[in-house]
Nanobody, 125 residues
Framework: QVQLVESGGGLVQAGGSLRLSCTASGRTFSSYVMGWFRQAPGKEREFVAGISWSGYTPSYADSVKGRFTISRDNANKNTLYLQMNSLKPEDTAVYYC?????????????????WGQGTQVTVSS
C-alpha cells in the first residue's frame, strides 16, 4: 500500500505557472505507475498526465500537451511532480495524484489503486 499527499495548489493568473507535488510513503514508490487527474465542478475526473516506473515515458492529455510536464524522483524524495505553465482558466480544478500497480499508464481513473486527497488549482482570467 502507498499513501499519497499532494501539495502546491493555489490561485494564479492566466498565463502563470504552478508546480504540484505528490509525496508517497509506504511501499516502494518506484514500483508504481503514477498519474495526475483533475476534476472541475460538475465534471467527471479526467486524466491529465501519467508516467512510467522509470520516468522515461510520460503521457499527456491533448489539452495540456506542451504546457504541463510530469516527472518523478524515485531515488531521493519519493515524489511525483506536475509543472504547469501557461495556465488557463479552464485548468481550474482539484488535482489528484494516483498510483497503479500495473505496467501501463491508464487514462481511466478506475484503473488506479491509490489516490491522494487532492489540491485545488484556480486560474483567474
Amino acid at each position: 500500500q502507498v499513501q499519497l499527499v499532494e501539495s502546491g495548489g493555489g490561485l494564479v493568473q492566466a498565463g502563470g505557472s504552478l508546480r504540484l507535488s505528490c509525496t508517497a510513503s509506504g511501499r516502494t514508490f518506484s514500483s508504481y505507475v503514477m498519474g495526475w487527474f483533475r476534476q472541475a465542478p460538475g465534471k467527471e475526473r479526467e486524466f491529465v498526465a501519467g508516467i512510467s516506473w522509470s520516468g522515461y515515458t510520460p503521457s499527456y492529455a491533448d489539452s495540456v500537451k506542451g504546457r504541463f510536464t510530469i516527472s518523478r524522483d524515485n531515488a531521493n524524495k519519493n515524489t511525483l511532480y506536475l509543472q504547469m505553465n501557461s495556465l488557463k482558466p479552464e485548468d481550474t480544478a482539484v488535482y489528484y495524484c494516483a498510483a497503479n500497480r500495473r505496467a501501463t499508464i491508464f487514462r481511466q481513473s478506475h484503473s488506479y489503486d491509490y489516490w491522494g486527497q487532492g489540491t485545488q488549482v484556480t486560474v483567474s482570467s
